[in-house]
Every structure is written in C-alpha cells, then in structure tokens.
C-alpha cells in the first residue's frame, strides 16, 4: 500500500459499507502480512503459516524483551535503546539507524517500550492524518505538533504544501506561546490538556490562532473538554485515537469515533458483558519494520452498535474508557464487584452546580476514593460532588466508598492526563 492510495482513501472514501467488505479487505491483507512481512522477522516466522489463534499474544514487556528478534530491519534492542535515550536526553530526535526512526514510549502506564518505523510508515501515517483532517491543499498547510518526543516522524515529512512545527511537551507551556502566534497554524495536533490550556490563553488573549482544523490525540477527550474548546476556536474537535503501536481509530465525518478496521484487525478481550467494554487486541496490516501482531492494549474501549450517520460500518465506539488499571469497582449488597464507568465520575463532576474546572480521583482498593478538586467554592463542591456520587451508587446498586477530598491539582504536561486512577 503506497501512501497515495492511503490519502485518497481517506480524503475521498467513504469507508466500508459492511462487515462482509471489512472481512474480505482484512484477508487479503493478512495475506499479505504472511508472504512479505512475517517471514522477514526472526520471531514471527515460523508463524507466518499458523493460524491467527496460534500466534503469540503480545504487550509492551514481551515487545521489549524481543525486540531484536522481532523487528524486520536487523536493529538490536540496544542499538535502537542507545539511540532512542540519547535522543531524549539532548532532545534532540534527528538520529536514525539506516533510516529506520526510533523512539522511547511510555504512554499512561510508565511502562518503557520501543518503536521504531521507516520511511514509508511515516509517510502512511502522514497521508492517512492529511488525507481524514487537512482543511485544502488550495494553500499551504502549517501544523503544529504538541508531542512528548518529536522522534522526526513528522517535519521529515515536510514539503512545499506542508510545514510541521514540533512544540516539546517537556519545555515550559508558556515558552511556547509566542513562537505558536508566530506560526499561526492551519492545523493543531495536542493532546486534550494542552488544547484546553491553549483554549484558555485563547481567551485571555494571550495568543490570537485561528486553526481550521483541531485534533485531540493521545488522551481521552472528555465532552467538557471538547465543548470548551470548541466554544473558544469555533470549530469542531477531531479525536484521533492513537498509541505506540499504531493509530487505532479516529472521527468520521459524522464526528464520532470509529476503529481503523482499514488497517486494524481488532479481537475484543471483553471486560464487562453489561457494556460490552473489551480490550482490543490489534494486529496492524501495514507495519513492517516492527511487525505489531496480536498485541494486547491496555486500553478499555466502550464500543456503539448503533448505525453511524457516515454509513461507514467500521466498529463506532461511544467512549475510551481508560486503562485497565484504571478501572474502577464498587461492591455490591451482596458482595460482589460492580465496574463503574469513568462516565459516571466525569458526570458527578459535569452536573455540579458550582463549577468545577478540573478534578482528578483515585481509588484505592474498595474502601477509599480520594478526589483532588479545582473549583471556585471548593467546600460547595465537595457536598454536591458527595451527593451527585452518592446518586450514582444508588442508581448502580452499589456501595459508595469512602471519600476523601484534596484542592488542588499538580499538572505535568509532559504526561498523558488520567483523571480516574485504580490503586490496589
């Protein structure tokens, strides 16, 4: 698949109009993954004529443990390691092994991994953004990047309709302002916690940016967030859902959030019955350089069995959820675990009356939710987030556990943001 093919196909297609098309594509790409990709992988060879149900689960520790033998460009671990932390400590990203990218990842889960991708990869990534999110290549985009590492993925990418602009995560927020002005960008890419900082310095009038085109990467993007963002730049919040190990998903032109079954097989590791919420368990068809086959995420998605108005039959989902770690469970009369959705907390925030502008809560075991609040009357806040919850466990069936409130809350831009945490 050349990255042309990739632009059109997003610019212009209309996604697949069944599960029956989305099969058949998948088997010839599976196809392809087997004569050409996995045989060039020490690790995954003698698998490449084995059954999808055979082939090894997975996650970032086995990913790491074997990355020499399963990446496909004869990189060893600590070859790409070297490389990889010299680049994140003189934040400096321009260094490649015979053109193969390569990078740290940590993600939500503090877990280190590595990635490494080619030329090509890039350009697949970059035509599938340009092609799904570009406002018109009638004139010159210029897009900004809010990333944690630059890893040169993107400004190689650049050309005479395109310019990229990498704003480190780990430098101060406000030192990026004026250069951001300077810029004025077509194009934003930002986690949801620098949009919403940006959407802030919007309305202030520290900056003044008129983006065509804004999108929410890397974190969950709450409807708070995205209604307050929306409400300052006057246009809508696309969401691309994407991690190391490839872009799972992204808004349609509906605006809401499908898999990217195009290039995604997608298993379910179902959580909870109820709901429907799984793990997904991806094999990416177009990756060769680091070959990602049945790797599990720890990821939590919440999945829409309702038609999408796009008519593109790809799995739509309703929300991430969260890591599985994150996730949270309250007992029962009768002692058993409830999982309570991230949803029902966030509305326990949304519906207070006094305004709450950002919170974070951590449970630890069953016995003990702790929630760090920033509000204008934080004791008012605390007695009708205390009643909204309590609602909540009515309406669930389930016990409350006991809270404990704190004001105040330490921002690390640098980090992906978790608002709901899981302690044992």
Excluded at 223 to 228: G, H, L, Q, R
Aim: proline share 5%.
């Amino acid at each position: 698949m050349n990255p042309l093919t990739v632009f059109l196909r997003a610019r212009y297609g209309k996604g697949f109009a069944s599960r029956e098309a989305i099969a058949q594509h998948q088997q010839k790409a599976f196809q392809h993954l087997r004569r050409n990709i996995m045989p060039r992988s020490p690790f995954y060879a003698p698998y490449a004529g084995k059954p999808l149900s055979d082939w090894p689960l997975m996650n970032k520790a086995l990913m790491m443990e074997h990355f020499t033998d399963i990446n496909t460009a004869g990189i060893s671990k600590e070859e790409a390691l070297h490389i990889a932390l010299t680049s994140e400590q003189e934040r400096d990203f321009a260094p490649m092994i015979r053109n193969i990218a390569v990078g740290l990842s940590t993600g939500t889960s503090g877990q280190r991994g590595l990635f490494a991708s080619n030329k090509r990869e890039r350009a697949l990534w970059a035509a599938l953004m340009l092609g799904r999110f570009s406002p018109s290549f009638l004139q010159r985009q210029r897009v900004s990047l809010f990333l944690r590492a630059n890893n040169m993925l993107y400004e190689r990418l650049g050309n005479a309709l395109i310019s990229f602009e990498f704003y480190d995560l780990l430098q101060s927020f406000n030192s990026h302002l004026q250069r951001l002005a300077d810029q004025q960008p077509t194009v934003l890419i930002a986690p949801a916690q620098i949009l919403g900082l940006l959407a802030q310095a919007q309305k202030e009038r520290i900056i003044n940016i008129a983006p065509r085109c804004i999108i929410s990467v890397a974190e969950v993007l709450s409807p708070e967030d995205k209604n307050a963002i929306e409400t300052v730049f006057g246009i809508r919040v696309d969401q691309v859902y994407q991690c190391t190990e490839g872009v799972l998903g992204m808004t349609c032109r509906a605006g809401n959030l499908h898999l990217n079954e195009a290039y995604m097989h997608i298993e379910r590791d179902i959580i909870d019955e109820a709901s429907g919420a799984f793990a997904p368990i991806i094999t990416d068809l177009t990756r060769e350089t680091q070959p990602v086959l049945k790797y599990r995420l720890d990821d939590i998605l919440i999945p829409d069995n309702e038609p999408c108005p796009c008519g593109c039959a790809s799995l739509r989902l309703k929300r991430i959820e969260g890591r599985c770690d994150d996730i949270l469970y309250w007992r029962t009369a009768d002692g058993t675990l409830r999982m309570i959705p991230s949803d029902l907390i966030r509305q326990a925030m949304a519906t207070a009356k006094t305004g709450i502008s950002d919170y974070r809560t951590v449970q630890h075991g069953q016995q003990l939710l702790e929630i760090w609040l920033e509000a204008a009357d934080y004791e008012q806040a605390c007695a009708e987030v205390t009643r909204n919850l309590a609602a909540q466990a009515v309406s669930v069936k389930a016990q409350l556990p006991e809270l404990r409130f704190h004001t105040g809350i330490h921002m690390q831009h640098d980090q992906k943001r978790r608002r709901v945490i899981a302690k044992p």
